[in-house]
Structure formats: structure tokens, C-alpha cells
């Protein structure tokens, strides 16, 4: 089946070209042109993404944004014409997966909804990291206390609870887990963890970062996983 993407976009040129782009790159499309037809939408379609314009005529994008967090996961690429840093970082600190400044090319907004779509389906075994009783085996792993990864179900676990992460939250999580105290820099999250390095900010991986960090205190007050590294990077704590 095709992958269907929900367009909300309220100027109807900018929404044919998008609509036009994306059906001809092999998606199906579903169109709204205010925020409050969104609702309706996403309960009649299994949608997989949606491309989110902020400056809708009944609300803003990022209230919409705020909303749909509540209760889904799906990703959401924003489009903005606010091209200013801190307007980008407002929508991925809500809960965003990426973002496209207007003016853009329809050809391109379709190559980065094909991006954060297979970083989506990727599928492969259960990566399971528990709290060891004994020293791991030569070779091993190092343990990382607490982590339960699924990633067929793109799902982590922290101390028995689900983490509600966003598709880009679970990436970079799951790349440090995978990677258990070794230090990495912004470039190498970028690179691990974006299909699309070169279109990101430093300041992004921060604000990621930051989410992820608020999501695992929810759970465990006391923990603090990630370490911070000035100068240098982050990394995930390694836990006997």
C-alpha cells in the first residue's frame, strides 16, 4: 500500500503543488485547509505522516501540533515561513520530526517525507538491554540499566514504562543505546541519527535532547541518563 501523507495546508496553489509532487514520488495524499478538520481526518485515515503548514487560518500550526501530540505519535514535518531559529526549534520542541522553510520545492519536501518515512519502517530484531545480575561476557555489550528496545514497534522502554518518543526522539535515544558511554558529538548524532544531516542545526540535536531527558525524569526523577560533555557532546551513562 502506498504510504498516505495528510496535508494541512490552507493556500490551495502551495497545496496542489505539494499534492501533485507527492503523488507522482508514489504517495498518497489526504488535504485539509484549516487546523480543525484535522481531527475527522486522522480518525477516517490511517495516515503515516503529515506535513503540517503553521500558519493556518482558524489556529496556528504549532497549537495544532500540540494537540495531535497529545494522542499520536505520527511524524509531522512543519512548513513555516518564519525563518528564524527560534521559531524552527519552537516546533521541534513541541514535538516535530523535521522542517521546511518556505519558499521550498515540492520535489524536496517530497524526499524529506520519504527520509523520515524509512527511518520510520526500518525493522529489525529486538534489541534488549536489562539490568545485568554479573560482570557481561568478554565482548558483551556494555549494559545500559533500565532500556528496553523494540524496534519493530519503534518502542523504548525506561524502567518498565513506554517512553512516548517522537520518530527523531527515538532515533537519537536508540543511537545512544546502542553506543553505551561512548561520547558523541552533535555532528555524529546528526549523522547517526538524521537521514538528512546537512539540513539540520546544532541547536536541534539540544532541543531533542532536551525532550528526551524531560520524558525520562517523568518516569524516574532521580535518573539522568544522559550525560552531558562540554565542549564535547553527550552521551548515555553506563550502569553496573
Known sequence: MKPKI????????????????FESEGLDTVLASTGAAVPALLDGHAVDLIVLDIGLPD????????EIRRTRGTPIIFLTA???EM???????IGADDYVAKPFSPRELAARVKAVLRRAQQVSAPIV??????APPAGAVPPTAGFTV??????????????????????ILTTFIRRPGHVLSRDQL??????????????????HIKNIRAKLRAIAPDADPIVTHRGSGYSLREEP
Open 6 to 21: 495528510l496535508i494541512v495546508e490552507d493556500e490551495p496553489a502551495i497545496a496542489d503543488n505539494i499534492q501533485y509532487a
Open 59 to 66: 489556529m496556528t500550526g504549532l497549537d495544532l501540533l500540540r
Open 82 to 84: 518564519r525563518n528564524t
Open 87 to 93: 521559531d524552527r526549534v519552537l516546533g521541534l520542541e
Open 129 to 134: 538491554l536489562p539490568v545485568p545480575a554479573a
Open 150 to 171: 523494540d524496534p519493530s514497534r519503534r518502542q523504548v522502554t525506561f524502567r518498565g514504562r513506554v517512553l512516548e518518543l517522537s520518530r527523531t526522539e527515538y532515533d
Open 190 to 207: 546528526m549523522e547517526l541519527a538524521w537521514e538528512q544531516p546537512e539540513s539540520s542545526l546544532d541547536r536541534t540535536v539540544d532541543v
